[in-house]
Structures are given as structure tokens and as C-alpha cells.
């Protein structure tokens, strides 16, 4: 669901960029149209099902995009983060449903621009399969998750994934809450918040805040995960 335009504006031909800015990796030879939105907390970006006609970078903020299932439980299939891209579709509708955790910023450009462009433009072509390669590996990283890890095993696998995209001077500041954690890894919140308490009391990370978090020793939470 696409709500209050920001800006518009042509992405722009320019040097290398960050390996976290696609969508500026993706123009380097050409202009394409990107159009940025705001989103307030818990809104809409689009459902399940709805035609996918635009591709997502997230600019600030961050984004879940789950699947509701049909007893009304939830299933997070992954958190993006500003500068990760999303909403790329092998078919013509999403698989799954995008909201925003935060008020979060994301800017577009039109699937059809890009297919048309990736059509004539080799190295516009490998980056979208690259791109689309990372969601797989993802999806299969987090298959292995669910399906042969333990609890903690789970929460390890978390954080470490979170340290290596959040961390800044050794702190994450969580977007997510912990319900948002424990139906990305199938567990349920009371399980979530036990698993974290138990890995303060090990001396392995700390809190400073609601969700911002301390890795205190990394080794050890390695070897959880291992």
C-alpha cells in the first residue's frame, strides 16, 4: 500500500557506491526513476498476493515481511534493513505481505523499468541475480533454522545475524520487538525472552535499554550456534 509521496527523483550515474546502496550499484550505467515513501509504525507496504509492480530499497526505518497463517499465527520470513532491497518476485504477485516495524522510509522503482533495463544491460542483470541469490541463500539459511536448531541455538543464530547488520560501537539497537523475534524464529515470545535472559546471566551480552543489546563475548555465542 503505498501512502505519502516524499520525492521523487532520477538515481543518478555516480563512482562505486557502498555494497549496501543497490539500487545506486544497479544505475551505475543507467537513470532510472526512484520514488521514496514514509510509512508510519506497523502500516502496510504491500499484502500477500498483491501484484508485485515495484522493487523496495529501505532508505531509514526497517521492514518485516511475513505470512499470516491460516489459523492466524505468524511467520516473519525476514527483517530489511536500510540498504537491503526487497520485494523482488520470481512471479507476478508477493509471496508474502511487507509492514513496516518502524516509521520507516523506502524508495521504488517499477519492476517493469527494471526488467526493461536488465533486458539490454548485462551487468544490470548479474546484480538482480545477485541480489536474488542472497534472498535464496537467506531463505534457505533460515529453512535449516527452523527445522534442525534448538531455542537457543535460534537465538544465537539471531543476534549474531543482527551484530553483523546493526552493530555500531558494539551496540544493537533492535528495531524489532521480541514477538517480531520469536515469529521470525518459530519460538514464542515467553521462550524468547528466557533464551536472552539466560544469555545475560552466562556473562554473553548485556542490555541497555528495551532492545538495545551488548555482545559481551561473541566466542560463545559462536559456539551456540555452531
Not at 18 to 44: C, M, N
Not at 198 to 204: F, S, Y
Request: net charge positive; glycine share 8%; proline share 2%.
Amino acid at each position: 500500500m503505498l501512502t505519502q509521496t516524499l520525492k521523487t527523483e532520477a538515481i543518478k550515474i555516480a563512482p562505486a557506491r557502498p555494497v549496501s546502496d543497490q539500487f545506486g550499484a544497479i544505475a551505475r550505467h543507467v537513470g532510472l526513476v526512484a520514488t521514496e515513501f514514509s510509512y508510519r509504525k506497523d502500516e502496510e507496504i504491500y499484502g500477500e498476493d498483491e501484484l508485485a509492480e515495484y522493487v523496495y530499497q529501505v532508505v531509514s526505518g526497517a521492514v518485516r515481511s511475513y505470512k499470516l497463517l491460516s489459523d492466524g499465527r505468524r511467520q516473519i520470513g525476514a527483517f530489511h534493513l536500510p540498504g537491503d532491497v526487497f520485494g523482488l518476485e520470481p512471479g507476478q504477485t508477493h509471496r508474502l505481505a511487507a509492514e513496516a516495524i518502524i516509521v520507516t522510509s523506502v524508495r521504488l522503482v517499477a519492476r517493469a523499468s527494471l526488467e526493461r533495463v536488465a533486458g539490454t544491460d548485462v551487468q544490470v542483470a548479474r546484480k538482480l541475480w545477485a541480489m536474488t541469490a542472497g534472498e535464496l541463500r537467506h531463505a534457505e539459511d533460515h529453512m535449516l533454522l527452523l527445522g534442525r536448531k534448538t531455542a537457543m541455538e535460534r537465538v544465537a543464530t539471531f543476534l549474531l545475524e543482527m551484530d553483523r547488520r546493526l552493530a555500531v560501537a558494539s551496540m544493537m539497537a533492535l528495531p524489532m520487538c521480541r514477538r517480531d523475534i520469536g515469529d521470525y524464529l518459530g519460538l514464542t515470545l515467553e521462550t524468547v525472552s528466557r533464551a536472552l535472559s539466560q544469555l545475560h546471566a552466562q556473562g554473553i551480552l548485556g542490555f541497555s535499554g528495551a532492545r538495545q543489546i551488548v555482545l559481551r563475548n561473541r566466542q560463545r555465542l559462536h559456539n551456540l550456534d555452531a
